[in-house]
């Protein structure tokens, strides 16, 4: 008799996106000549860059010649790659990383999901709310999250992520062994400071404390003070796992491929407390279950960080952060309290006083023909706020915003 995983019975269904497509539906039934605008998707739009599509051309003809053909690559991803990652990523930062240290895979999304794969079941988990649902879907699975209590799992410890707060927390009193961060943070927009992750890094080296940081948007961060990655903070090889992704950053969304870094310095502990190296155990656990992230695929990645590639990558995020600008100003002057946007393409909208999440959400595709994502969607913290996403196209975010203007006036 086959036995499922009942972890898995324990999930409930994931409805926010297709709760929101049922209510777009049926407003368009009623409303069949109304244009909707939506800004509630999380994926990109600008296609990819002229450079990475001439080295993909390039390798996908490679693949068609005898000589230069490659089958399997190294699960951890090709040499060419990894170095491009440490001269280009890290290097230009004054963080030093061995070869062996980056994990190439096919994005982030795969590696925050997996990473469980090497943590033991009874590791108290914390993270940020409202976050990116995968980390929490993810420990469900692993087991780690006990059971669901009003909206919250009882074995993970939810930080809120609040007005008052600038969406940055605080280390909580209770015990937390592995702790998800997410800066520039999808999805209320929000970016750390040095000093405010070196916080965290302190917090986290007093506890023999995991971090698991996702800095997938770091390449949306203007401002020249914040950190890219958190091996620019002091100890954080000691204590911290880093993923990374060319999703946001290249428009990879369609094509797969990210990284994670687990330095050789950074160790968690047996049972009977003897630390050990996590970085053997991941090696362990890719090679075993991962095949390596395509040669095409990562031919592209590397051509991100040629000089056009680069240049031609920093446009399309110019080109987003110009809509978050239009965007935040649009908003702002409607009167809305308007966060994010900044140094990440989200703008958390505080919904006005008494309006709920969803209710908002109702109110602007009615008034205004614009879809946002219910804040509440990614967890209790995210009650009275609306996400909105610079990802459109800049004619539909101006149009959308001039909407949500003059419904409000
Ligand atoms: C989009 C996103 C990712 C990237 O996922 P990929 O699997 O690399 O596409 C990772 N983390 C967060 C928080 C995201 O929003």
């Given at each position: 008799m086959a036995l499922v995983n009942e972890l898995f019975l324990k999930l409930p269904g994931n409805y926010l996106f297709s709760d929101i497509a049922k209510k777009i539906n049926t407003f368009k039934t009623s409303h069949p000549d109304a244009k909707v605008i939506s800004l509630g998707i999380g994926d990109v739009t600008r296609p990819l860059p002229q450079a990475v599509r001439e080295a993909m051309h390039k390798a996908v003809?490679?693949?068609?010649?005898?000589?230069?053909?490659?089958?399997?690559?190294?699960?951890?991803?090709?040499?060419?790659?990894?170095?491009?990652?440490?001269r280009n990523d890290y290097a230009s930062r004054g963080i030093s990383l061995d070869t062996d240290e980056v994990f190439v895979s096919d994005g982030a999304k795969s590696d925050t999901g997996n990473i469980g794969d090497i943590l033991r079941r009874d590791n108290r988990v914390g993270l940020t709310d409202p976050v990116y649902p995968v980390y929490v879907d993810s420990n469900v699975m692993g087991g780690r999250a006990g059971e669901l209590l009003d909206g919250k799992w009882s074995n993970i410890v939810y930080i809120p992520c609040t007005e008052a707060n600038g969406f940055v927390p605080e280390a909580p009193s209770e015990r937390i062994?592995?702790?998800?961060?997410?800066?520039?943070?999808?999805?209320?927009?929000?970016?750390?400071?040095?000093?405010?992750?070196?916080?965290?890094?302190?917090?986290?080296?007093?506890?023999?404390?995991?971090?698991?940081?996702d800095a997938a948007y770091e390449a949306y961060i203007q401002d020249?003070?914040?950190?890219?990655?958190?091996?620019?903070?002091?100890?954080?090889k000691q204590t911290a796992i880093e993923f990374r992704s060319f999703s946001k950053t290249a428009g990879f969304t369609g094509?797969?491929?990210?990284?994670?870094?687990?330095?050789?310095?950074?160790?968690?502990?047996?049972?009977?407390?003897?630390?050990?190296?996590?970085?053997?155990?991941?090696?362990?656990?890719?090679?075993?279950?991962?095949?390596?992230?395509?040669?095409?695929?990562?031919?592209?990645?590397?051509?991100?960080?040629?000089?056009e590639g680069a240049a031609q990558v920093k446009e399309t995020i110019q080109y987003y952060m110009g809509?978050?600008?239009?965007?935040?100003?649009?908003?702002e002057s409607?009167?809305?309290?308007?966060?994010?946007?900044?140094?990440?393409?989200?703008?958390?909208?505080?919904?006005?006083?008494?309006?709920?999440?969803?209710?908002?959400?109702?109110?602007?595709?009615?008034?205004?023909?614009?879809?946002?994502?219910?804040?509440?969607?990614?967890?209790?913290?995210?009650?009275?706020?609306?996400?909105?996403?610079?990802?459109?196209?800049?004619?539909?975010?101006?149009?959308?915003?001039?909407?949500?203007?003059?419904?409000?006036?």
């Open positions: 003809d490679e693949m068609g010649d005898a000589s230069t053909f490659r089958g399997y690559g190294p699960e951890q991803g090709y040499p060419f790659l990894i170095e491009a990652i440490i062994d592995v702790l998800y961060l997410c800066y520039p943070n999808n999805p209320t927009g929000a970016s750390i400071t040095k000093a405010a992750l070196q916080k965290w890094v302190d917090y986290a080296l007093a506890h023999k404390a995991l971090i698991l940081y020249p003070e914040l950190p890219h990655s958190i091996y620019e903070i002091e100890g954080a094509i797969r491929c990210g990284y994670t870094v687990i330095p050789k310095a950074l160790h968690g502990y047996t049972p009977e407390g003897k630390a050990t190296a996590f970085n053997p155990l991941w090696n362990r656990r890719q090679c075993t279950k991962f095949n390596g992230a395509s040669y095409i695929t990562q031919r592209g990645a590397e051509a991100v960080y040629s000089p809509n978050a600008e239009i965007m935040r100003k649009g908003l409607a009167g809305l309290k308007v966060y994010g946007g900044e140094n990440a393409p989200y703008l958390w909208i505080k919904t006005p006083a008494g309006v709920s999440s969803w209710q908002f959400f109702e109110q602007m595709l009615h008034g205004a023909y614009v879809v946002g994502t219910p804040g509440v969607g990614f967890g209790p913290s995210g009650e009275g706020y609306i996400r909105l996403t610079a990802f459109g196209t800049r004619e539909n975010s101006i149009e959308a915003i001039d909407r949500i203007c003059r419904w409000l006036k």
